[in-house]
Structure formats: structure tokens, C-alpha cells
């Protein structure tokens, strides 16, 4: 059985991830920053108030947090089509990260029908903002033909682009395209050695274990 490139839920967490390690300086700053204290600490029914007022104030990163503790269940209910709701409304004003979770939710049918054109145009936005989670998914999506006609090219381009910004797993899936070739690919030994480097010196066990392959 083979392992899935990329785990959505891997690149969902780190989508979280980002979002904590921001400084907000828009509307609901300060609410924003009280709620991602209580979040950082597990006290969910703390955050919630504080990153609701902020979210209702306008500010994007406290509405895309808003999405997640609905998609987690985290101080509320379970909610899959209120997390897409709130995910939605701070991608239509542009935040990235929230883009890629709209990505997320279209491609895997949670809140919202099942979707992958539509999946594609958010990742593609979110991608074109440098957010390296929605470079991959677009990579993926023209690679396994998502959504849209297959292109290797493109797929290349957008891994290319995530691998450089220093993502270990547009790293490891460009170092296993060269490792072994693939449709539109040449095989090149020496750009696999050097994205697999890369990507294992980032603690990737699995570009460490391609590395191994190459003589």
C-alpha cells in the first residue's frame, strides 16, 4: 500500500500552526492575540469568545481560526458546514491560509459539496500568495489531474516554488520525481540527491530512506 504524498491533515495542522505564529495588526488585534494565547494553551472555551469578537470585527486570521475550532471541535460542537462558512468568509477578503482551508474542505466534501475545480481555484489563490500547503495541494492537483487536465509542467512549477520557499515535502516529492522519473520528468540523480538532502535535513525519515537509493 502506498503512503499518500500528502497527508491533507498534515498540511491542515501546519496551516494552524501559522496562524498562531502570526502578530495581528488589523481589526480585533487584541482579541485576536488573547484568544490565540487561550487557544496555544488548549482553553478552547476561553478563545472562543475572543477570537468570535475579533472575527465579527473584521480581522481574517480570527475568522480562519474561527473555522478551525468548528472543524475540530475544539470549545463547540463539531460543525463542518460552520467551519467552511467562517474558512470562506475571510478567503473571500483574501487570507491565504484560509483560502488553502477552503481548498481543503471543497477537495475533501466537508461543509460543502465536493468540489475539485472549485478546490483548485482556492488553492491556486492561496499558492499565488506564496502559502506553501496550497502550492502542494495545486501540485498534486495538476500532477494526479484534479479538477483540472493533468500537466506535469505545472506540477513541477508549483512543488519547484514550495521546495524553494523550504518545504520538506515539495523537497522530498521533487527528489522522488528525479529519483525515479515520471511522465514529463527526465530521471537526474543529481537534483533528486539534492532536494532529498534537503528535505532530510529538514528530519524527513522518508527522503532520508530515498537517499539511500541513489548509488
Known amino acids: 500500500?502506498?503512503?499518500?504524498?500528502?497527508?491533507?491533515?498534515?498540511?491542515?495542522?501546519t496551516l494552524v500552526l501559522v496562524i498562531i505564529s502570526k502578530t495581528a495588526y488589523s481589526a480585533g488585534e487584541t482579541d485576536f492575540r488573547q484568544g490565540m494565547t487561550h487557544y496555544k494553551n488548549r482553553q478552547f472555551d476561553q478563545a472562543l469568545p475572543c477570537l468570535e469578537k475579533a472575527a465579527n470585527a473584521g480581522n481574517t486570521d480570527a475568522q480562519a481560526m474561527m473555522g478551525v475550532l468548528y472543524f475540530r471541535g475544539n470549545g463547540v460542537k463539531q460543525n463542518d458546514s460552520e467551519a467552511a462558512r467562517w474558512f470562506?468568509?475571510?478567503?473571500?477578503?483574501?487570507?491565504?491560509?484560509?483560502q488553502t482551508f477552503m481548498g481543503v474542505m471543497n477537495l475533501e466534501g466537508r461543509g460543502v459539496p465536493k468540489n475539485e475545480r472549485q478546490a483548485l481555484v482556492w488553492f491556486e489563490k492561496a499558492a499565488r500568495a506564496g502559502e506553501t500547503n496550497a502550492q502542494n495541494y495545486l501540485a498534486t492537483a495538476y500532477m494526479k489531474g484534479q479538477g483540472t487536465t493533468p500537466d506535469t509542467a505545472k506540477a513541477i512549477y508549483w512543488y519547484t516554488r514550495a521546495a524553494k520557499a523550504g518545504d520538506a515535502n515539495a523537497q522530498k516529492i521533487l527528489g522522488a520525481l528525479y529519483l525515479n522519473g515520471h511522465d514529463?520528468?527526465?530521471?537526474?540523480?543529481?537534483?533528486?540527491?539534492?532536494?532529498?538532502?534537503?528535505?532530510?535535513?529538514?528530519?524527513d525519515t522518508d527522503a532520508e530512506q530515498l537517499l539511500r537509493q541513489i548509488p
Open 88 to 98: 470562506e468568509k475571510a478567503a473571500r477578503a483574501g487570507n491565504p491560509d484560509a
Open 1 to 13: 500500500r502506498k503512503r499518500r504524498i500528502l497527508p491533507w491533515i498534515v498540511a491542515f495542522l
Open 184 to 203: 514529463g520528468v527526465t530521471k537526474d540523480t543529481t537534483k533528486a540527491r539534492q532536494w532529498l538532502r534537503k528535505a532530510a535535513d529538514q528530519g
